[in-house]
């Protein structure tokens, strides 16, 4: 979820196509972080 909000936020506010690739690629980290430790949890 915090990855979504924060490729949405910034995307919405800023709008340029450069920093939409940049968020997309944290947020992207970010959920790649989040389902790993969901899948080591287990």
């Given amino acids: 979820?915090?990855?979504?909000?924060a490729s949405v936020v910034p995307t919405a506010l800023l709008?340029?196509?450069s920093q939409?690739?940049?968020i997309g690629?944290?947020?992207t980290g970010f959920?790649?972080?989040w389902v790993s430790?969901?899948?080591l949890n287990r």
């Fill in 20 to 22: 939409r690739l940049q």
């Fill in 1 to 5: 979820m915090a990855g979504l909000a």
């Fill in 15 to 17: 709008g340029s196509s």
């Fill in 25 to 27: 690629i944290i947020g």
């Fill in 31 to 33: 959920r790649g972080q």
């Fill in 37 to 39: 430790q969901l899948l």
